[in-house]
């Protein structure tokens, strides 16, 4: 059973090769896909001396579009949806993989362990949280984590290219269609979105993205 592992990337050059080369060091993966989304620096050129296949996106089209791409040119039957930023820990989606490719699990969900404060006001991750168990799945503790192995035909059926809301919409979808998701804890970790002027920018768009993510599958709250 063959694995993708799929890494949507926007300005990504300082920690892309690290991430590669930590996925690179997993035997169970096939192939390794980096969507460049637009970038202005050399995060493709990056990538790629570090061993991926690079397609490049002549703008920036947002995370989900980004895994559309990749979602479409890759071959496996397993898909592994893994953040540009996360450099040596990105090790741990082999965590992600046994469930899926041992037949226990359609979707897999990593769990980080965070230390330090948290990185926003906790808005988008509680519409999020609130939407999914509202669809009749169990409130996930990290509804917003973008580290997920899943079958090819729960993104097919579920998955879709709208910006950060496509975490949101698996995970609202996953139960409703008859598919079973685990959550993994990790010791993976990422930059976090800080509260200055940037990260509550971020935080909005984000919360945008969810929010229109959970408003086109509105018939699965009722």
């Known amino acids: 059973m063959q694995v993708s592992a799929i890494i949507p990337a926007f300005n990504e050059e300082k920690t892309i090769a690290g991430t590669v080369r930590a996925l690179l060091s997993i035997g169970d993966i096939d192939e390794i896909i980096v969507v460049d989304d637009g970038s202005s620096d050399e995060t493709a050129k990056v990538a790629r001396q570090a061993g991926a296949v690079t397609f490049q996106l002549a703008e920036n089209c947002g995370k ?68 999914i168990g509202r669809s009749g799945g169990p409130r996930p503790i990290q509804p917003l984590s973008g580290q997920r192995a899943l079958r090819r035909q729960v993104w097919q059926e579920l998955g879709f290219g709208t910006g950060f809301g496509v975490e949101t919409a698996l995970s609202m979808g996953v139960h409703r269609c008859g598919y079973r998701m685990v959550e993994i804890p990790t010791t993976m970790n990422h930059r976090r979105t800080t509260r200055n002027w940037r990260g509550i920018v971020h935080r909005g768009r984000q919360f945008a993205h969810v929010l229109l993510a959970v408003m086109r599958r509105w018939r699965w709250l009722i």
Request: net charge negative; hydrophobic share 50%; no cysteine.
């Open 64 to 131: 989900g579009q980004a895994l559309e791409v990749g979602s479409a040119i890759s071959r496996g039957e397993i898909l592994l949806l893994i953040d540009a930023d996360l450099g040596d820990t990105a090790r741990e989606a082999s965590l992600l993989l046994e469930p899926v490719v041992t037949g226990n699990a359609d979707m897999a969900v990593a769990i980080f362990s965070f230390t330090e404060g948290r990185g926003g006001f906790g808005l988008v991750e509680g519409l999020s949280r609130w939407a």
